[in-house]
């Protein structure tokens, strides 16, 4: 336990670099909150951190222990990660041509308990940037004399809750800057940060080695 206490800063600075970058889960955050209110989007917020939860929970099942027993099969899937993560940064540049970019909030919001928890949840169990950081991730920062599955569980919660406290000072922010964010230049600069942002972890998992 000891072991892990001690990798807690860096695994906590690098789950918050994931949570800055912009991406589809921001973007549906600051719609719901928008459209739908503070309350809407704290409910949503509830869904997007029980999915991290989810997804490190399938990774401590099966997915990193067999990727770290096979160097071949973690070759495979880090270098789908990178090619994946690298076509969504130059998606995400190509949506420039946009007046929002990829930031288009209007629509409606999904309000009730159900609806927006829903929609949290299913946004982040289909965004790559999560999947990715549970399966390539999350493993690298589990110390060598810890259990392997357990490790990836704790710190997906740990993922969760950072993640959650920077999208609950977000969600706070969002009525002072309403004004700011209706700008077309301010939501396709978050668009130019975003592919930024994507390729930069795009790297990083580049730069990853077998557990």
Do not use: C, H
């Not at 399938?58 to 090619?83: E, H, N, T, W």
């Not at 130059?90 to 930031?103: A, I, V």
């Not at 704790?154 to 706070?172: C, D, E, K």
């Amino acid at each position: 336990m000891v072991s892990l206490l001690k990798v807690l800063p860096a695994f906590i600075a690098t789950a918050f670099l994931l949570a800055v970058v912009p991406g589809q889960t921001v973007a549906m955050i600051f719609r719901q909150a928008l459209m739908g209110g503070t309350k809407t989007a704290y409910t949503t917020l509830l869904g997007t951190s029980s999915a991290l939860v989810v997804w490190g929970a399938a990774s401590a099942i099966g997915l990193s222990q067999i990727f770290a027993r096979s160097p071949l099969a973690y070759s495979i899937l880090k270098y789908a990660g990178v090619a994946f993560l690298t076509f969504l940064a130059l998606q995400t540049l190509w949506s420039l041509r946009k007046e929002f970019g990829k930031f288009d909030y209007e629509g409606i919001a999904k309000t009730g308990l159900g609806p927006a928890f829903r929609l949290g949840l299913i946004t982040n169990l289909t965004n790559v940037k999560a999947a990715v950081f549970a399966v390539a991730f999350i493993p690298q920062f589990v110390p060598s004399d810890f259990n392997l599955g357990w490790g990836i569980f704790a710190l997906s919660f740990v993922q969760a809750f950072t993640s959650g406290a920077w999208y609950l000072f977000m969600i706070s922010m969002i009525g002072r800057a309403t004004s700011i964010l209706a700008k077309p230049t301010m939501r396709r600069a978050l668009t130019a940060f975003s592919a930024i942002g994507i390729l930069f972890l795009a790297a990083m998992l580049l730069l990853t080695s077998p557990r």
